[in-house]
């Protein structure tokens, strides 16, 4: 059965940066598409980051130039660099999986973690 744990959320201020970790395990990771996910308190889950297994990565528009997602195939782990982080960004960050070959921020995850929590103050 697919495991994700994600690490690395925390409290930092307007302009700091964090690394969001998420591990994998159950299933071969370098076959898996990716997905990061962030949910504000009140709000629907949206995706901001993708890769997938062919080394295509796709973005939120609005973080593209921020954020980074990276993974390792070897350690079955995927990364999330968040860099200039505005209070905007808060929410609950969760890891996602799809057996698919290509995927997209958009695309419908079947696999989660249980998420990480992210805190930007002004």
């Known amino acids: 059965q697919l495991q994700l744990v994600e690490s690395g959320g925390g409290s930092v201020q307007a302009g700091g940066s964090l690394r969001l970790s998420c591990r994998v395990s159950?299933?071969?990771?370098?076959?898996?598409?990716m997905g990061w996910f962030r949910q504000a308190q009140g709000r629907k889950r949206v995706g901001v980051a993708a890769?997938?297994?062919?080394?295509?990565?796709s973005y939120l528009e609005r973080v593209k130039d921020r954020f980074t997602v990276s993974r390792d195939n070897a350690e079955n782990t995927l990364y999330l660099q968040m860099n200039s982080l505005k209070p905007e960004d808060t929410g609950m960050y969760y890891c996602?999986?799809?057996?698919?070959?290509?995927?997209?921020?958009?695309?419908?995850?079947?696999?989660w973690g249980q998420g990480t929590q992210v805190t930007v103050s002004s």
């Open positions: 159950g299933s071969p990771f370098k076959t898996l598409c």
């Open positions: 996602a999986a799809l057996n698919r070959q290509y995927c997209s921020p958009d695309s419908a995850f079947d696999y």
């Open positions: 890769a997938d297994p062919i080394g295509v990565n």
